[in-house]
């Protein structure tokens, strides 16, 4: 996605505003997905392409301690067979 979004804003001239960038980004003649995304952008002036990009991508998660990663809660991975068997799934 990344790529995609860079090759669709690479005309714009900074300072823009968001109508600039998606203006820019459907005469790039780019995606639909990558002007959605564009287009559900903060409206305000974005001062360099990195702006654009930070508002545009979701943001990515960084591990948490423990080195699970995602900081979802850990989940069992214990099924029970009935009668006090178990096996580990």
Known sequence: ?????????VGVEFPAERWQVVACAAAER???????RLARIPCRTYADMAEVLEAALPPTRSPTPGGRGTGAPATSSRVILGRGRSSIA
């Open 30 to 36: 780019a995606d639909v997905i990558t002007c959605s």
């Open 1 to 9: 996605m990344r790529d995609r979004l860079i090759a669709a804003i």
